[in-house]
């Protein structure tokens, strides 16, 4: 039964509360040298607060009544009957079995602070290099960067005891800091010279120590050539880390798993594995006894079926084990910005970027996690291999856990292109600033053996192999163009995004949709300075009221939860509109 005209449809608004705070001291050290401290302190408070909520326990109670079925049996919180066969319970039943205004409220506090101090400048004062190609620039520095999270959510909502909708995220108390000492140097090389227009070198270095990972260690190099004062050949390398962030280190979040073939309490001598339709058969053996004992449970019960589980929790949360992704960097290109065409600038820029240790939730599935533990035959299993870690029993050996959430996986690759064409004119006595930026994906692969060999191609797909590991398609090409025209107070804009088209990446479904067609959407957009104080801003949205193609069954929302619920949208509501052409205005005060 449907509980909506008792007591009204259940809403979940989100309201956000921010406040930022910055102050510096900044000075000269002499004709060439200055010092820069600041200090920035943000945050930002999210409250979801959904209702209303039904109480199970309450409903349960309210139905529970004496033989001649007026008065409940616990009389306990002036219980009131409930007639689940009326079309209205009634004001008196719904306000009991109701939780009351705001009992549901999820509190999200995240703060950011941060500490900062530099001293720059060259050394003009000092010496300068053979040939007097400039001096070098130079600047030191400390970073001290602190972040907090602080999760309120109600006890019943973490353990869904209600009836109606709630999407909050579990509590959590967590910070981590980092502090780091950096420099950087800018080394003109050679100026002036035959075939040499100027030539620069650009270095850097960073080290850190992070709260929970430790020591750490990046750096850059860059060479900057300009054979002629119009054209600049560029290359840089560099290595890079990235320190897990809050979510990924501590997060709490658990689903139910259903239908889970647990072979260590099956008594058959064949013995089912697997889960979510994800099943195959294997026989008793010693390793398979292994297997279950370093799942934790005891030798004398193995094999017991009074121990059976098929329902458990799939922990989908943080990992306080997580080492730093570790990236390399690689980047060639060329500008052209040619003094014969005033206002033209065009640059192509190679880039390679290799990700090891890259930070993501598990890449498969609850029932591909127990085949690859038990199955020992596949050799990826067995006492210590990572599925048979990911596996949780209580003290007698009921399966009770399955973590796939955040772990280090092995190398995420992508190769690319950047093209980038800035051009601006005069024309009917205003200035037209035209700007286009694309990027062309070569490859996007994720190579990994952490569950057995995974070697992904991300690029024009979706609906793939990548979908666990990436939550968004990968464009194999996308572009931005801008068209702006200026002139005194008024300023005009027409945007044109565009994305290329994808495949469904599986191979072995035929879908309703097998193709996502390119797509384009234009935008277009005024803005108006009425005085110092006030402007005007009115715009159209998706002017040519671009509708996306519905995917079915294929909705990455689908299969993001293994088929167990029906998709919220039909589509990647980030790249394709669902609202279609839309007008706007918006009003700007400053004082």
């Known amino acids: 039964?449907?509980?909506?005209?008792?007591?009204?449809?259940?809403?979940?608004?989100?309201?956000?509360?921010?406040?930022?705070?910055?102050?510096?001291?900044?000075?000269?050290?002499?004709?060439?040298?200055?010092?820069?401290?600041?200090?920035?302190?943000?945050?930002?408070?999210?409250?979801?607060?959904?209702?209303?909520?039904?109480?199970?326990?309450?409903?349960?109670?309210?139905?529970?009544?004496?033989?001649?079925?007026?008065?409940?049996?616990?009389?306990?919180?002036?219980?009131?009957?409930?007639?689940?066969?009326?079309?209205?319970?009634?004001?008196?039943?719904?306000?009991?079995i109701t939780y009351p205004e705001g009992a549901g409220r999820s509190v999200t506090k995240n703060e950011q602070n941060v500490v900062m101090g530099t001293i720059s400048g060259n050394t003009g004062d000092w010496f300068s290099l053979p040939g007097d190609p400039g001096p070098i620039g130079l600047v030191f520095g400390f970073e001290y960067l602190e972040i907090k999270s602080k999760i309120d959510t109600p006890a019943f909502i973490e353990q869904q005891v209600f009836e109606g909708f709630s999407n909050s995220p579990f509590s959590l108390d967590a910070d981590v800091d980092t502090f780091s000492l950096f420099g950087e140097a800018v080394v003109p090389l050679v100026a002036g010279k035959p075939g040499i227009d100027f030539l620069e070198l650009e270095l850097g270095w960073r080290v850190a120590e992070h709260s929970i990972t430790g020591n750490a260690s990046s750096f850059k190099a860059a060479l900057s050539y300009y054979p002629t004062a119009d054209v600049q050949l560029r290359a840089s390398f560099n290595k890079a880390i990235r320190s897990p962030a809050i979510d990924e280190l501590y997060r709490d979040q658990q689903n139910e798993f259903n239908a889970v073939d647990d072979p260590c309490t099956n008594s058959d001598p064949v013995k089912g594995v697997g889960g979510f339709g994800q099943e195959t058969q294997i026989e008793?053996?010693?390793?398979?006894?292994?297997?279950?004992?370093?799942?934790?449970?005891?030798?004398?019960?193995?094999?017991?079926?009074?121990?059976?589980?098929?329902?458990?929790?799939?922990?989908?949360?943080?990992?306080?084990?997580?080492?730093?992704?570790?990236?390399?960097?690689?980047?060639?290109?060329?500008?052209?910005?040619?003094?014969?065409?005033?206002?033209?600038?065009?640059?192509?820029?190679?880039?390679?970027?290799?990700?090891?240790?890259?930070?993501?939730?598990?890449?498969?599935?609850?029932?591909?996690?127990?085949?690859?533990?038990?199955?020992?035959?596949?050799?990826?299993?067995?006492?210590?291999?990572?599925?048979?870690?990911?596996?949780?029993?209580?003290?007698?050996?009921?399966?009770?856990?399955?973590?796939?959430?955040?772990?280090?996986?092995?190398?995420?690759?992508?190769?690319?292109?950047?093209?980038?064409?800035?051009?601006?004119?005069?024309?009917?006595?205003?200035?037209?600033?035209?700007?286009?930026?694309?990027?062309?994906?070569?490859?996007?692969?994720?190579?990994?053996?952490?569950?057995?060999?995974?070697?992904?191609?991300?690029?024009?797909?979706?609906?793939?192999?990548?979908?666990?590991?990436?939550?968004?398609?990968?464009f194999d090409f996308k572009h931005r163009m801008t068209a702006g025209w200026s002139k005194g107070d008024l300023d005009l804009q027409l945007v044109w995004r565009y994305n290329a088209a994808l495949d469904d990446g599986n191979k072995q479904v035929q879908y309703y949709r097998e193709k996502l067609s390119s797509y384009s959407l234009f935008d277009f957009s005024g803005r108006y300075q009425v005085n110092d104080n006030l402007a005007l801003t009115v715009g159209i949205r998706n002017i040519a009221d671009k509708k996306p193609e519905p995917i079915g069954t294929n909705s990455w929302e689908y299969t993001s939860v293994a088929n167990q619920a029906p998709a919220v949208s039909n589509t990647y509501t980030q790249y394709y509109d669902v609202y279609g052409r839309t007008a706007f205005m918006k009003l700007t005060a400053t004082f």
């Not at 945050?43 to 039904?54: C, M, N, S, Y």
């Not at 199955?375 to 210590?384: F, K, L």
């Open 1 to 96: 039964r449907m509980f909506t005209r008792d007591i009204g449809i259940t809403e979940n608004p989100r309201t956000f509360e921010s406040q930022q705070f910055e102050f510096g001291l900044k000075g000269s050290l002499g004709s060439n040298w200055g010092y820069e401290i600041f200090a920035q302190l943000g945050e930002v408070e999210t409250i979801l607060d959904p209702g209303p909520l039904l109480n199970p326990e309450r409903i349960q109670q309210g139905l529970l009544l004496t033989a001649d079925g007026t008065q409940c049996q616990d009389q306990s919180n002036g219980c009131v009957p409930v007639n689940l066969w009326s079309d209205d319970i009634g004001p008196e039943a719904a306000a009991f």
């Open 284 to 474: 008793r053996s010693s390793s398979l006894d292994a297997a279950c004992i370093s799942t934790g449970i005891p030798e004398a019960n193995l094999y017991d079926p009074l121990l059976k589980e098929v329902s458990g929790v799939e922990d989908l949360g943080g990992n306080p084990n997580l080492v730093n992704e570790d990236a390399q960097t690689l980047s060639l290109g060329i500008v052209w910005t040619p003094y014969s065409i005033d206002g033209l600038s065009l640059s192509l820029d190679y880039f390679h970027v290799e990700i090891e240790d890259y930070i993501s939730t598990t890449p498969i599935t609850v029932g591909e996690v127990m085949i690859n533990c038990f199955d020992t035959a596949r050799g990826v299993g067995g006492p210590g291999s990572p599925a048979c870690a990911s596996i949780g029993r209580d003290a007698d050996g009921r399966l009770n856990r399955i973590f796939r959430g955040y772990r280090n996986l092995g190398l995420h690759e992508v190769r690319g292109w950047d093209l980038n064409v800035d051009y601006g004119f005069s024309l009917l006595s205003g200035y037209v600033d035209l700007n286009y930026f694309a990027t062309k994906i070569d490859e996007r692969s994720i190579v990994d053996n952490t569950f057995g060999d995974v070697n992904f191609e991300c690029v024009g797909e979706f609906n793939g192999d990548c979908d666990n590991l990436i939550s968004y398609p990968v």
